[in-house]
């Protein structure tokens, strides 16, 4: 076990390398220059030039590379052109929001999938199912944006039962939870009827029940830890979509967080903190894949009946 | 087929289906259905102080913020969205079956490599690629379509690089390899027919995430360029007046909405149909 | 008629009681919040060039010059008196004695030197160092050979004398620039390259807490050396709030000013609210909208052509398009600067003369072409709204929507964007000069690569003019100055390298409970958007 660690953390190490080196690639491809940028618009081509060489940015692409990594390894993102600050700085600042809103968001797509799924594998094949599968099917079809911009409208605009955005108070976090859970909700609700009705068929179970238990104590005890546990093991890889989620989710509801902070480095094409959020965002992927892996072969359907 | 007469059994792929149909043939017959030229910016389209329109009047669905006729728009929409979910996810479901064939079947140093090539590829966050590539190399439609397939293709290869190395070790391909049969029949013959329902069942599905994929880009302003018209652009050109015309913002996302749903209706139902083995999962 | 006289007398006297208490300063107190969609870069003078810090950084620093509030007119401001020599070449200010920074120390005419020299300096990376070029030995310092500006010389602790290398009438306008403002040098040398983060300053303000991403707090200089000033305790800025979420907080009363303005979503609504009217102040900013057109690149190099261009596009329905949110401009100076000639025509709306044009230039066909937009709204609207223009006399020209730097990127390029509509990046003044509407726009030097001269316009007799009339610092003169500069522009416009299109109009929208000294204080030409120092709360008076 400890080897398959080992060499599992070798390999998102090498991931990340490789993630690092094509952003970098790809933003040195990028036409605007963060020089004229920075020189402003009144600026001689001297003062340009005399930028550029401050930043290194007239060196061969492989040494700016290397400088890069080199401070990488120390923990330093680089000075954002745009924001005149640390990059790290910056991240660190916004990571808070950020993870406040993840706890939101999956605790949201936890409560809401796995009540679904449990009702619908109850009720499997009456109407009750159906309508919560299609539910379920509407919320992966939807567009987080949409669905954000509907929930700020009539929740919060319209109701005026939230706050129009913003961050800082449980009130202000339902509405972008809500609007990141819905898709994860969407497709736990389908795992977990899935899961718990092959739980329910299991022979164990039989038994359980041929010995006198009662439906709710077999549920309960028995199908549901094991129905839910693919369910957890899955978690870790939804750190992808979360990632890709909260750039517009944040800006939508103006919270402070990565994502927002990545949306406006893009719009203002500042490369340091693209490549900063970036190797954020794979390390917290690479992380998620790391413990779904982990988590998943230890998984066990078979239970001890007490 | 077997698939069509199951299909039409499940009311809710039905459904999906008839969706689809409904939408491509709206799409394919969009010059002689559209009442206006979509990207006209028509004079009495706006109020005198340039507010757009609501529904119900002259022009049925109202109007945007230039004067341009919502429906007509929206139809046109529906072309651009398919045709790039379409082709992005043909070019994904493509690149991703090929990756995951010739690693499964090859095998060896290069299997690995192209597999780390792809646990790269998974380790970044897919719209965030997608924004720096649409950066790189500015947006027109067939640009968006590729970009949308390079972060898409990944999930495709791992299931048929599973799936591949499952079947290449199966008895009756090491038989044939034994009797000296070619690499290049074994894998025509045996190999690829028994990919053919995943592919499928991807190949509908995938759509959906394509679709949404055009959308979102769109709606941030990195995708189909207007004035040509796609449902994720009309939102983006519109998102604050959600307020004052919410029409222009909930009626494109409701055909979004409608769209993805139907393929993932019929792609759900496909998966249950051809592989009941993997019902439920991602 | 005696108590007639006694009754004017009476009446004159609560007549003038009425006027003096109208007059009288209000009083100290109160807070105020305002709101912005991005965060604030920097707070460093140098370099912040913002929409958002550049209002700010006035009210954390002082400099020797500024303006009336709400107004274009230049005041003193560190500066008690100043002479210039005869031959207009040698500025002495006398600078006012008792002013604190806020770490305690008072300003002397060493650190009025300090800070020019460090914005001149290229380690600073200031963007507004080349405004400062007529002072003796800014090529040195500029180039990195020397430190210290020679020209630039502190007498004694109150004087600082200037030598310029030849009159510039311009000059008094740069050093009310946030560029020239002065900075202590030990808390530059303390925070380094984060003195942005940590300013101090001599402002009617300083800066309290800065919470990154989120919100800026500035509390009341109680050691400004401007008794009486400023009027508010504390203004926090919260950052982050798209404008529509501004403006909806605005109208339930959370937030006093949202920093950029009503957005056009709501815009209509908000104007035809009675309970907004008298809340809704509405400026004239000096700038324009234009289109420019690559003077290098075929067909644009064919004047016609571009005559043609500007004959073609529908200036009214593009206003109509904003909701009327600016006014049609048919010339590239703004109303309000010195040289706008009000008696100008300009150009007309005529698509078939347009035509006619084109097919004199051998494009009876049309041609296609690119126009480039920078990717906020409303301009992609505005620039599909050209577009449709363009097609209606045969000019297909595809939009390139991108975002602003990769715009201004491929405008500063000989070969690229041939037309680029200048929206969300459009020139406003750096000061409310002629001169700063021409050389870094229209300007031969800046006909280069990286250069904002997006049309690569360059008649170098227009460049000697331009020297000619900057030369003229004389303010008795200032008349006939203009006119000169005006006389530049309507020749610009003879060779029609640009469009002008509109000149927008800015409405700041404000709470109930803040007032300003003076309604324009809202939408200040210069302490954009507003003017902080000179804002008070009602309800503390």
Known sequence: ?306 | MRVLRELFHRKLALLGLIVIVLTVGVALAAPEVVPHDPTEQLFDGLTLEGAPLPPGGTYWLGTDLLGRDLFSRLIYGARTSLLIGIVANGLAVTLGAAIGVIAGYVGGWVATALMRFTDLMMAFPALLLAIVLAAVFSPSLWVVALVIAMVSWVQVARVIYAETQALARREFVEAERAMGAGRLRILWHHILPHLVSTLLVWGTLGISTTVLLEATLSFLGIGVQPPTPSWGNIIFENQTYFGSAPWLVFLPGIAIVALALAFNLVGDALRDILDPMQRGQH | MHFLREGLLAGAAVLALSLASAQAAPKQGGAMTVTYKDDVATLDPAIGYDWQNWSMIKSLFSRLMDYEPGTATLAKDLADSFDISPDGTIYTFHIHHGVKFTNGRELTAEDVKYSLDRTVNPKTQSPGASFFHSMKGYDDVAAGKADSLTGVTAVDPYTIKIELTQPDATFLQVLALNFASVVPKEAVAEAGADFGKHPVGSGAFRLAEWMLGQRLVLDRNKGYFKPGLPYLDRITFEVGQEPLVAQLRLQRGEVDIAGDGIPPAKFLEVMQDPQYKDLIVQGHELQTGYLTMKTTLKPFSDVRVRRAVNMAVNKERIVRIINGRAAVANQILPPGMPGYDASYKGYPYDPAKAKALLKEAGLADGFSTELYVNNTDPNPRIAQAIQQDLAAVGIKAAIKSLDQANVIAAGGEPDQAPLVWSGGMAWSADFPDPSDFFGPILGCASASKGGWNWAYYCNKDLDQQGIAADAMADPAKAGERAKKWGGIFTKVMEDAPWVPIFNETRYTIHSARIAGTNNDVFVDPVHTPVNYDALYAKDVQ
């Open chain 1, 1 to 306: 076990m400890a080897a398959y660690c080992a060499r599992r953390l070798v390999q998102s190490l090498l991931i990340l390398l490789g993630v690092s080196i094509i952003t970098f690639a790809l933003l040195y491809l990028l036409p605007a220059d963060p020089a004229r940028q920075i020189a402003g618009r009144s600026a001689t081509p001297e003062m340009v030039a005399s930028i550029r060489h401050q930043l290194g940015l007239d060196q061969p692409f492989y040494l700016q590379y290397l400088h890069y990594a080199g401070r990488l390894l120390s923990g330093d993102l680089g000075r954002s052109y745009v924001q005149r600050t640390d990059v790290t700085a910056l991240i660190l600042t916004r990571l808070p929001p950020t993870l406040v809103l993840m706890v939101g968001s999956i605790a949201t797509e936890l409560a809401l999938g796995l009540v679904m799924g449990m009702t619908a594998a109850l009720k499997r094949n009456t109407s009750v199912d159906r309508v919560l599968m299609v539910i379920s099917f509407v919320g992966v079809s939807a567009p987080q944006f949409v669905l954000g911009i509907l929930l700020l409208y009539v929740f919060a605009v319209r109701l005026a039962w939230f706050p129009i955005g913003g961050y800082g108070s449980l009130r202000q976090l339902v509405l972008p939870a809500l609007t990141l859970g819905i898709l994860g909700a969407g497709w736990y609700a389908r795992m977990m009827r899935s899961s718990l009705l092959d739980v329910l068929q299991q022979d164990y179970l039989r038994t359980a029940h041929a010995k006198g238990l009662s439906g709710a104590v077999v549920l309960l005890r028995h199908a549901l830890p094991n129905a839910i546990l693919p369910v957890i093991a899955m978690i870790g890889l939804d750190i992808g979509t979360f990632m890709s989620g909260i750039v517009v989710v944040e800006s939508v509801f103006g919270w402070p967080g990565i994502g927002q902070l990545t949306w406006q480095a893009i719009q203002r094409v500042d490369i340091p903190i693209i490549m900063g959020v970036t190797l954020v965002s794979a390390c917290a992927i690479v992380l998620g894949n790391l413990l779904a892996d982990l988590i998943a072969p230890t998984i066990d359907p078979r239970i001890k009946l007490r």
